[in-house]
């Protein structure tokens, strides 16, 4: 178990990780004495004392089975006919259990081979690269000399990425542009020639890894972790020094975000999503939009200052700034942001005023995720630094490992710079819910069925066709329902894709006028002939009865899914789907409704029979949370305005 940081010591960083270091003290001073000998080797002391003092603060796991479990990512990456869940069972079905894994610590493990190896390779491409001129000594030492990223297994990885990348800049160091001697450049000229750029994103794991390692984050499979990893790997073993920044928690979401940035002869700060395009912090429209609260950097250092500063308050730390390796960034991604947010007295709970250290936190599903904190002031205020406008935020303090709230929920408007607190009104309100999280996270899905055409024939070929219907608006809901443009009789019916849009949908049910309970049956046709033979086109799951399964056709235009109903009918009414992720109402799922007060409080729970719910006598101006009770884990808080889901 890694300690935290030790204060009010009388000795230096160096000699308390020396004092740490017990039997491999010997290792690491050899180190020392090593570069101790020649005057010409100071830097090289300097950066050996560096990586020494901040040694304490790592650590890693080990054990027989994480390079078993770790060939999840190789797997991935070739296995693209399943899903990374069936390949991370595959992973545990075969292996059997990860068993016990033994955590070691690097002042305990790193001898001095390996930390000397480390300073040469680094020292080797800092100097000989056209770009190391603009690098300084202390940003060499923190993003370009480190031996590591977190909690990755101990591994010579320089040499094995130099060789094998190095040769993608051989044509920049020839050349006589002056841009050889920018490292934002040179990174995004490395990162354009990579032989591989497809990023499999996904989430899911065998097991919570942390940093993968060197050699499985080149595969591109994985999180936006992963890959921020391999970027660090890439650019540093050349010679690039990068950091990666990340969102504790995004404000639209439920998670962290990671990506890479690296800087130019000037400073300035580029970002890329590895491995996109880097792009500069102040001109990315993303970053300019997105409303995350607070941005941090990973450092190599341990953040001391910050540590003394809350151990100085005599209160329980929520374990983020436990071990702060990280700096706050907030401000150079800060478009719409507030200097000073202050908390009046008179908005803290009365019973809970009397608090020194306060945190911010910001809403993951139910619960609250501190993402920044203070010191509260004499007069009873509580002023956060630099906090970006738009989220829904909450303050809290941190006691006996339990989140205490301070404050109702509240968001700065990034427009007026008014505060807005969701601290509930007597009069109550009925609400009609269709999703349990933003559909507009499902945007790309419903854009898509707009254009698309439902038409009928009755040639199989539709050489003579008939419209139906035009899709002219994105779907609001899980089923559409729309009524057909046409009262003649047909055999076949179809639905064409609008362009580019891989004739995504869901669900498509065809109703006969006179039955309005009982779809149309036949046999599901497509543009490829028969489903059962080609199913990984998958445009029978247009037809199986399931909206959570979808038809994406592999070509961007001209696909369709359609029915022969074996004889002439008039089609009345049209049902469809957009494709979608299961987060609309499902009918036969169990669904809880919550308001927030000072907790969630349950307001009432329902079993499905359509799309949509109805609750009634809600508290207006009160965040809301619907949850599934019978599948899923895509929740998010929204509050009900004007007869509408508006997701915070």
């Given at each position: 178990m890694?300690n935290e940081?030790?204060v009010?010591?009388?000795l230096t960083?160096?000699e308390?990780?020396l004092?740490?270091a017990?039997?491999?003290r010997s290792?690491l001073?050899?180190?020392l004495?090593h570069?101790q000998?020649?005057p ?5 002391y ?11 603060f790592y ?7 994480m390079d078993?479990?770790?060939?999840y990512?190789?797997?991935l990456?070739?296995s693209r006919d ?5 390949v991370?069972?595959?992973v545990?079905t075969?292996?059997g259990?990860?068993?016990?894994l033994e ?16 300073i040469e390779w680094?020292f ?13 000594f202390e940003m060499?030492c ?6 590591r990223?977190?909690?990755e ?5 320089r040499?094995?990425?130099?060789e ?6 051989d044509?920049l160091?020839?050349?006589d ?8 450049f040179a990174a995004?000229y490395l990162r ?5 750029r497809e990023h ?10 942390g940093?993968i390692?060197p050699?499985?984050?080149q595969?591109?499979?994985?999180s ?8 660090i790997?890439l650019?540093?073993?050349?010679g690039?020094p990068?950091?990666?920044d ?9 998670s962290?975000h990671?990506w890479v940035v690296?800087w130019d ?8 999503e590895m491995?996109g395009?880097f ?8 970053y300019k ?7 941090y950097?990973?450092?190599f ?6 540590y ?13 700034w ?6 706050d ?9 507030k ?8 908005r803290?709970?009365?019973?809970r005023k ?11 599903r139910n619960?609250?995720?501190p993402?920044d ?6 007069d009873?205020?509580?002023?956060f630094?630099n906090?970006?406008k738009g ?6 303090t ?9 404050t109702d ?5 990034r427009?007026t ?5 969701f601290?509930?009104?007597k009069?109550?309100q009925?609400?009609i819910l269709?999703?349990?999280y ?7 899905f419903?854009?898509?069925m707009?254009?698309?055409v439902?038409?009928?024939?009755n040639?199989?070929?539709?050489s003579?066709k008939d419209?139906l219907?035009?899709?002219?608006s ?6 559409t ?6 009262d003649?009789m047909?055999?076949?019916?179809r639905?064409v894709?609008?362009?580019?849009a891989?004739?995504?949908i869901?669900e498509?049910?065809f109703?006969?006028?006179g039955?309005?309970?009982t ?7 497509g543009?490829?002939?028969d489903?059962?033979k080609?199913p990984?086109?998958?445009?029978g799951?247009?037809?199986d009865g ?12 001209g696909?369709?899914?359609g ?8 089609v ?8 979608n992720r299961d987060?609309?109402i ?5 669904f809880?409704?919550f308001?927030c007060?000072?907790d969630w ?6 079993k499905?029979t ?11 101006n009160?965040?809301?949370?619907l949850?599934?009770r ?5 929740e998010?808080i ?7 889901q508006i997701?915070?």
């Amino acid at each position: 178990m890694i300690n935290e940081l030790v204060v009010n010591k009388p000795l230096t960083p160096l000699e308390e990780a020396l004092q740490v270091a017990g039997d491999n003290r010997s290792e690491l001073e050899k180190v020392l004495r090593h570069y101790q000998a020649d005057p010409a080797d100071s830097l090289k002391y300097r950066a050996a004392c560096f990586l020494i003092e901040n040694m304490p603060f790592y650590a890693f796991s080990s054990g027989k089975q994480m390079d078993n479990y770790k060939s999840y990512y190789t797997w991935l990456k070739k296995s693209r006919d399943k899903t990374p869940q069936q390949v991370a069972d595959s992973v545990v079905t075969l292996f059997g259990p990860i068993g016990h894994l033994e955590e070691k610590r690097d002042i305990l493990e790193v001898d001095s081979a390996y930390l000397c190896n480390n300073i040469e390779w680094s020292f080797k491409v800092w100097r000989e690269q056209p770009w190391g001129k603009h690098i300084s000594f202390e940003m060499f030492c923190e993003y370009l000399l480190p031996y590591r990223i977190g909690n990755e297994p101990l591994t010579n990885w320089r040499e094995m990425y130099y060789e094998k990348y190095s040769y993608l800049l051989d044509s920049l160091r020839m050349s006589d542009s002056p841009d050889k001697y920018d490292p934002a450049f040179a990174a995004d000229y490395l990162r354009k020639r990579l032989p591989d750029r497809e990023h499999y994103y996904t989430t899911v794991a065998p097991y919570h890894f942390g940093n993968i390692g060197p050699e499985y984050a080149q595969y591109l499979s994985g999180s936006c972790n992963d890959v921020a990893d391999f970027g660090i790997y890439l650019f540093r073993a050349l010679g690039i020094p990068c950091a990666i920044d990340f969102f504790p928690v995004l404000s639209y979401g439920n998670s962290s975000h990671y990506w890479v940035v690296v800087w130019d002869k000037n400073g300035e700060d580029y970002l890329a999503e590895m491995p996109g395009n880097f792009e500069l912090v102040r001109m990315n429209g993303w970053y300019k939009t997105n409303e995350s609260s607070k941005v941090y950097r990973y450092t190599f250092s341990v953040n001391r200052n910050m540590y003394e500063d809350m151990v100085a308050c005599k209160e329980e730390i929520y374990p983020f700034w436990r071990l702060p390796r990280f700096i706050d960034v907030t401000r150079e991604y800060s478009y719409s942001y507030k200097k000073e947010l202050i908390i009046p007295a008179s908005r803290i709970y009365e019973d809970r005023k009397n608090v020194k250290l306060a945190y911010l936190c910001l809403s993951s599903r139910n619960s609250w995720i501190p993402i920044d904190w203070t010191i509260a002031k004499p007069d009873g205020n509580i002023i956060f630094k630099n906090v970006r406008k738009g989220a829904t935020m909450r303050v809290a303090t941190f006691k006996g490992g339990v989140i205490c709230f301070l404050t109702d929920p509240f968001y700065v408007d990034r427009e007026t710079n008014a505060m807005h607190y969701f601290s509930g009104e007597k009069e109550k309100q009925d609400v009609i819910l269709y999703a349990k999280y933003p559909i507009n996270e499902e945007n790309d899905f419903r854009n898509k069925m707009i254009g698309g055409v439902f038409e009928g024939s009755n040639n199989p070929d539709f050489s003579d066709k008939d419209t139906l219907f035009m899709v002219q608006s994105k779907p609001f809901r899980l089923k559409t329902n729309v009524r057909s443009w046409s009262d003649r009789m047909y055999r076949y019916f179809r639905y064409v894709g609008a362009r580019k849009a891989h004739c995504n949908i869901a669900e498509i049910a065809f109703y006969e006028s006179g039955n309005d309970t009982t779809s149309l049956k036949g046999k599901v046709i497509g543009r490829l002939g028969d489903p059962l033979k080609v199913p990984q086109q998958g445009y029978g799951n247009a037809m199986d009865g399931k909206t959570w399964t979808s038809f994406n056709d592999i070509s961007p235009s001209g696909g369709w899914v359609g029915l022969d109903a074996g004889k002439r009918v008039r089609v009345d009414r049209i049902e469809y789907t957009p494709r979608n992720r299961d987060n609309y109402i499902r009918p036969g799922d169990v669904f809880e409704l919550f308001y927030c007060d000072r907790d969630w409080i349950l307001a009432g729970t329902q079993k499905a029979t359509g799309d949509s719910l109805v609750f009634h006598d809600i508290p207006q101006n009160r965040l809301l949370l619907l949850r599934n009770r019978s599948r899923g884990m895509d929740e998010r808080i929204f509050i009900y305005e004007k007869g509408a889901q508006i997701w915070k």
